[in-house]
Nanobody, 128 residues
Framework: QVPLVESGGGLAHTGDSLTLFCVVS????????IGWLPQGHAPGLERVVV??????????YYCDSVKGRFTISRDNAKKTVYLQMDSLKPEDTAVYYC???????????????????WGQGTQVTVSS
Protein backbone atom coordinates (compact mmCIF):
# COMPACT_ATOMS: atom_id res chain seq x y z
CA GLN A 1 0.00 0.00 0.00
CA VAL A 2 1.13 3.49 -0.90
CA PRO A 3 0.14 6.23 1.52
CA LEU A 4 -2.02 8.92 -0.08
CA VAL A 5 -3.43 11.91 1.79
CA GLU A 6 -6.25 14.04 0.41
CA SER A 7 -7.18 17.55 1.49
CA GLY A 8 -9.04 20.58 0.23
CA GLY A 9 -12.62 19.44 0.54
CA GLY A 10 -15.28 21.48 2.24
CA LEU A 11 -18.65 23.14 1.90
CA ALA A 12 -19.49 25.02 -1.29
CA HIS A 13 -22.51 26.42 -3.06
CA THR A 14 -23.66 25.77 -6.60
CA GLY A 15 -21.27 27.44 -9.02
CA ASP A 16 -18.41 27.69 -6.53
CA SER A 17 -14.92 26.25 -6.96
CA LEU A 18 -12.79 23.97 -4.80
CA THR A 19 -9.31 22.54 -5.27
CA LEU A 20 -8.47 19.10 -3.93
CA PHE A 21 -4.95 17.97 -3.16
CA CYS A 22 -3.52 14.46 -3.06
CA VAL A 23 -0.04 14.00 -1.64
CA VAL A 24 1.54 10.61 -2.30
CA SER A 25 4.39 9.08 -0.34
CA UNK A 26 6.88 6.65 -1.72
CA UNK A 27 9.32 6.53 -4.57
CA UNK A 28 6.99 5.18 -7.27
CA UNK A 29 4.72 8.20 -7.65
CA UNK A 30 6.17 9.38 -10.95
CA UNK A 31 5.48 6.11 -12.78
CA UNK A 32 1.81 5.56 -11.85
CA UNK A 33 -1.43 7.19 -12.87
CA ILE A 34 -3.38 8.82 -10.05
CA GLY A 35 -7.13 9.17 -10.11
CA TRP A 36 -9.93 10.80 -8.18
CA LEU A 37 -12.80 8.50 -7.34
CA PRO A 38 -15.67 9.94 -5.34
CA GLN A 39 -18.19 7.89 -3.46
CA GLY A 40 -21.60 9.21 -2.61
CA HIS A 41 -23.45 8.43 0.60
CA ALA A 42 -26.47 6.61 -0.70
CA PRO A 43 -26.50 2.90 0.13
CA GLY A 44 -24.96 0.74 -2.57
CA LEU A 45 -23.14 3.52 -4.34
CA GLU A 46 -19.73 2.51 -5.58
CA ARG A 47 -16.69 4.60 -6.24
CA VAL A 48 -16.51 5.86 -9.79
CA VAL A 49 -13.60 7.27 -11.70
CA VAL A 50 -14.16 10.94 -12.45
CA UNK A 51 -10.67 12.07 -13.37
CA UNK A 52 -7.22 10.55 -13.88
CA UNK A 53 -3.79 11.87 -14.66
CA UNK A 54 -1.31 9.57 -16.40
CA UNK A 55 2.07 8.96 -14.83
CA UNK A 56 3.62 11.89 -16.69
CA UNK A 57 0.53 14.11 -16.74
CA UNK A 58 0.30 14.09 -20.52
CA UNK A 59 -2.89 12.06 -20.67
CA UNK A 60 -5.99 12.80 -18.67
CA TYR A 61 -9.39 11.24 -18.31
CA TYR A 62 -12.67 12.83 -17.27
CA CYS A 63 -16.04 11.21 -16.96
CA ASP A 64 -18.83 12.91 -18.87
CA SER A 65 -20.40 14.50 -15.81
CA VAL A 66 -17.31 16.59 -15.00
CA LYS A 67 -15.90 17.37 -18.45
CA GLY A 68 -15.39 21.08 -18.85
CA ARG A 69 -15.76 21.69 -15.10
CA PHE A 70 -12.93 19.73 -13.44
CA THR A 71 -9.23 19.88 -14.27
CA ILE A 72 -6.65 17.40 -13.01
CA SER A 73 -2.95 18.13 -12.87
CA ARG A 74 0.11 16.77 -11.13
CA ASP A 75 3.52 17.92 -9.94
CA ASN A 76 5.82 14.91 -9.80
CA ALA A 77 8.51 16.85 -7.99
CA LYS A 78 6.05 17.58 -5.18
CA LYS A 79 4.37 14.16 -5.45
CA THR A 80 1.05 15.94 -5.56
CA VAL A 81 -2.04 15.63 -7.74
CA TYR A 82 -4.57 18.43 -7.90
CA LEU A 83 -8.23 18.44 -8.85
CA GLN A 84 -9.59 21.88 -9.69
CA MET A 85 -13.38 21.70 -9.38
CA ASP A 86 -15.27 24.58 -10.98
CA SER A 87 -18.97 25.21 -11.50
CA LEU A 88 -19.80 22.82 -8.69
CA LYS A 89 -23.21 21.18 -8.58
CA PRO A 90 -25.07 19.52 -5.70
CA GLU A 91 -24.62 16.16 -7.43
CA ASP A 92 -20.86 16.55 -7.01
CA THR A 93 -21.37 15.98 -3.29
CA ALA A 94 -19.34 12.95 -2.18
CA VAL A 95 -16.26 11.80 -0.35
CA TYR A 96 -13.44 12.20 -2.86
CA TYR A 97 -10.70 9.60 -2.74
CA CYS A 98 -7.46 9.71 -4.64
CA UNK A 99 -5.95 6.41 -5.61
CA UNK A 100 -2.92 5.05 -7.39
CA UNK A 101 -3.25 2.81 -10.43
CA UNK A 102 -2.21 -0.78 -9.86
CA UNK A 103 -0.07 -0.95 -12.99
CA UNK A 104 2.96 1.14 -13.75
CA UNK A 105 2.70 3.37 -16.85
CA UNK A 106 -0.86 2.18 -17.54
CA UNK A 107 -3.35 4.29 -19.46
CA UNK A 108 -6.38 2.09 -18.69
CA UNK A 109 -8.23 4.64 -16.61
CA UNK A 110 -11.94 4.08 -16.73
CA UNK A 111 -12.53 1.35 -14.14
CA UNK A 112 -12.26 1.78 -10.38
CA UNK A 113 -10.94 -1.78 -10.19
CA UNK A 114 -7.71 -0.56 -11.81
CA UNK A 115 -6.86 1.46 -8.72
CA UNK A 116 -5.25 0.00 -5.62
CA UNK A 117 -3.87 2.18 -2.87
CA TRP A 118 -6.41 4.65 -1.52
CA GLY A 119 -6.36 7.72 0.68
CA GLN A 120 -8.77 8.37 3.53
CA GLY A 121 -10.92 10.71 1.45
CA THR A 122 -11.99 14.33 1.72
CA GLN A 123 -15.62 15.40 1.94
CA VAL A 124 -17.03 17.75 -0.67
CA THR A 125 -20.52 19.08 -0.01
CA VAL A 126 -22.26 21.34 -2.51
CA SER A 127 -25.51 23.00 -1.53
CA SER A 128 -27.96 24.63 -3.89
Amino acid sequence: QVPLVESGGGLAHTGDSLTLFCVVSGSTFSTYAIGWLPQGHAPGLERVVVSVSSWNGRRTYYCDSVKGRFTISRDNAKKTVYLQMDSLKPEDTAVYYCAQHVKEFSTDFSSASNFGSWGQGTQVTVSS
